[in-house]
């Protein structure tokens, strides 16, 4: 799995289900030996941890990766890494890298890949688990409203969440500092300011500052307490919210920057749920992966 916006409704909907009976209780085993390693390239907690959870729920066999002491180090391609795992036996790899469309230098190996985090590109296992968490708190998609707010424009959670948002009939508003938007950064939405965007969406959905993507001229010239107050989810902005709006965010969390530390997990905060649904959204894309290569479960 490389970028949900690729997959059809009936298919982004399927994962949905499966995930969500995941979460109520349902296993699967894998049938006979597959191998899979986590390659991550940049660092992580949930995502990484969360994978290795869903994969060892499956019972799949989780081969250690560790980037810091493999071969990449003395100059071997992310092709020849992949190559090599692939001939050494391993069935799937779940990769994060800094390049954007990664995945694009492995057409010609017979393996199993999911994207866990391109660039600023895509996320699709985050889009998923957010998806999920959406979907349980309103039942539907179509018709929402979902503010994204931030660094929208060096985020791969907010490029892959708002295409996909869409396409499945929610209405994406974004906010931010005006210097991180473009015609191409908001083209799946529509631009109002923090005061504004909150009294309208039915999701906040809040973003830390990407500063290790900013480029010089990018870098915003702010205070970590000025960047609240001009563009954070501030208490007082908490209130104007709609009454049963909530609040994410896809971690990590800068409390105080982005989001006021007491609202990281008030009554509207499914921040930390978000994180428990990142395993069964996981597990379905895993599953999803690996029928795809004729592997089964029971």
Same mark, same amino acid.
């Given at each position: 799995m490389l970028r949900t916006a690729d997959l059809s409704v009936e298919k982004i909907n399927k994962l949905l289900q499966d995930a969500d009976e995941f979460s109520k209780g349902? @296993? +699967?085993?894998?049938?006979?030996?597959?191998?899979?390693?986590?390659?991550?390239? $940049? =660092?992580? @907690? &949930? @995502?990484k941890t969360s994978f290795d959870v869903a994969e060892r729920k499956l019972g799949l066999n989780v081969v250690p990766f560790d980037i810091s002491a493999s071969s990449v180090n003395k100059g071997e391609s992310l092709y020849d890494t992949v190559k090599t795992l692939k001939s050494i036996g391993l069935d799937l790899c779940v990769i994060r890298h800094k390049k954007e469309k990664f995945y694009d230098e492995f057409k010609g190996i017979d393996i199993a890949i999911i994207n866990g985090g391109d660039g600023t590109g895509n996320h699709p296992?985050?889009?998923? +688990? =957010?998806?999920?968490?959406?979907?349980? $708190? *309103?039942?539907?998609?179509?018709?929402?409203? !979902?503010?994204?707010?931030? =660094? !929208?424009?060096?985020? /791969?959670?907010?490029?892959?969440?708002?295409?996909? +948002? /869409?396409?499945?009939?929610?209405? !994406?508003?974004?906010?931010?500092?005006?210097?991180?938007f473009d015609e191409g950064t908001i083209i799946n939405g529509t631009y109002l300011s923090i005061d504004d965007l909150v009294k309208e969406v039915d999701v906040v959905m809040l973003l830390r500052i990407q500063h290790e993507r900013h480029d010089s001229d990018e870098k915003l010239k702010l205070s970590s307490d000025k960047y609240h107050r001009q563009f954070g989810l501030t208490t007082e902005r908490e209130k104007a919210m709609k009454k049963d709006a909530i609040i994410m965010h896809p971690a990590p969390i800068n409390r105080g920057v982005e989001i006021a530390d007491e609202l990281v997990?008030?009554? /509207?905060? /499914?921040?930390?749920?978000?994180?428990?649904?990142?395993? *069964?959204? &996981?597990?379905?894309?895993?599953? @999803?992966?690996?029928?795809?290569?004729?592997?089964?479960? $029971?």
């Open positions: 349902k @296993t +699967l085993k894998a049938k006979g030996e597959i191998y899979v390693s986590n390659l991550f390239f $940049e =660092d992580s @907690t &949930r @995502t296992s985050q889009n998923i +688990l =957010d998806l999920m968490t959406i979907q349980q $708190e *309103f039942g539907k998609f179509k018709g929402l409203k !979902v503010g994204i707010v931030g =660094d !929208v424009k060096h985020s /791969r959670v907010a490029n892959s969440n708002a295409e996909v +948002l /869409r396409k499945l009939g929610a209405k !994406v508003y974004f906010s931010g500092p005006e210097q991180w997990e008030c009554k /509207r905060s /499914r921040i930390f749920k978000q994180m428990e649904n990142g395993v *069964f959204a &996981r597990m379905a894309i895993l599953k @999803t992966a690996l029928e795809a290569k004729g592997f089964e479960f $029971e």
